[in-house]
């Protein structure tokens, strides 16, 4: 027997989530099974650890959508026991049990061995978050930066923001890191962010369509209004890597910046990603990463404590990565 954080729904459809002691055979179909020693907070782990946003597919559930461990047993050729390897994505801790139990059973084909140079802590440290920013960083770099002024990043001071801030500093852009949280400037600036930019500045700006040209790219968290509104800011050329939604699903942009400034809206997906894509983009982690920079973002957790974290991060308040100590 071993301890998960267990999701469950009730006949009135209403969800509660606890600690449990459960046993292997209850884990799902999969071709290697992996003792978790770390796993994440992320956003969509924030809904599924609640209602779940129509992103659970059955109850009882395990969330947890990325997490890092040792295979125990394997029959996939591409693993052996005792080898350390990494989750994300693939609707694990969505549509299949996920990371925040002690075990897991999962398809070989959803695991990358742990990139040389990372701990099975710092790689969840980066997690799906990270990923997701690494991601968001080589879109960019792969259609350009047109001038050398400030790259924009929204929601700075959450997850895939953090990381973002910390990598394009590193790789030697400035960057303007954008925050609803002015308290967070110390920790931004800590980061690599050169320019703080309050969350109004963005968001209350005239509703024209096209402003000065300021940002020579933006790695956006937020979406909503507030991609709506930066659009209209960016370089002529620069492109906009949209991660998230944090700040809303609707966009209400005109076409403009598209037309006239050239500008490119280019989606981020990292749950999808194949393999090599995967690879890389960890590879990238590894060495465009500030690990001191990680270190300074970290907050640990254990499974008990998910339940009042994963309400915290719906509510935007939680600061850089939550790691899970799964053993804790
Ligand atoms: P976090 O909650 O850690 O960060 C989101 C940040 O956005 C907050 O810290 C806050 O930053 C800002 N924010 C929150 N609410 C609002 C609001 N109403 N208006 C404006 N800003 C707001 O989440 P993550 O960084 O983990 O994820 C960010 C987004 O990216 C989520 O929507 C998530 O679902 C998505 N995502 C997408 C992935 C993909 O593959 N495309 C993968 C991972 C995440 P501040 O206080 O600094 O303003």
């Not at 884990?27 to 290697?32: M, S, T």
């Not at 929204?154 to 400035?174: N, P």
Request: net charge negative.
């Amino acid at each position: 027997m071993f301890n998960a954080l267990l999701v469950k729904k009730n006949d009135e459809g209403k969800t509660s989530a606890a600690v449990e002691s459960i046993s292997i055979d209850q884990l799902p179909e999969g071709n290697v099974t992996v003792a978790v020693e770390y796993s994440t907070v992320n956003y969509k782990d924030g809904l599924c650890i609640g209602p779940g946003g129509g992103l659970v597919r059955n109850y009882p559930h395990v969330p947890g959508i990325d997490f890092s461990g040792t295979v125990e047993e394997s029959s996939d050729e591409r693993y052996s026991a005792g080898d350390k390897v990494l989750l994300t994505g693939w609707r694990v801790g969505e549509a299949h049990w996920g990371g925040y139990a002690q075990k897991a059973r999962v398809n070989g084909d959803w695991l990358v061995p742990l990139p040389e140079g990372l701990s099975t802590k710092q790689a969840m440290a980066v997690g799906t978050a990270g990923l997701t920013a690494a991601l968001a960083v080589m879109a960019l770099e792969e259609h350009g930066f047109p001038t050398d002024d400030a790259v924009l990043v929204t929601g700075a001071a959450g997850g895939v923001g953090s990381v973002a801030t910390a990598m394009l500093a590193k790789l030697g852009h400035k960057v303007a890191a954008v925050t609803g949280r002015p308290e967070t400037a110390d920790y931004l600036t800590s980061l690599g962010a050169s320019q703080i930019v309050a969350r109004e500045e963005i968001n209350e700006t005239s509703k024209r369509p096209l402003e000065k040209e300021l940002w020579s790219g933006c790695v956006d968290a937020v979406g909503g209004a507030m991609l709506a509104r930066l659009l209209g800011q960016m370089n002529y050329g620069a492109s906009v890597a949209a991660v998230g939604l944090a700040g809303g699903a609707d966009l209400p942009a005109t076409v403009i910046p598209f037309l006239l400034r050239g500008v490119n809206l280019l989606g981020i997906d990292s749950v999808m990603q194949p393999y090599e894509n995967r690879l890389r983009a960890w590879q990238r982690v590894s060495t465009d990463l500030p690990m001191d920079k990680l270190e300074s973002m970290i907050h640990m957790a254990t499974l008990s404590d998910l339940p009042d974290l994963g309400k915290a991060i719906l509510k935007g308040q939680v600061k850089g990565r939550v790691v899970v100590d799964i053993n804790a």
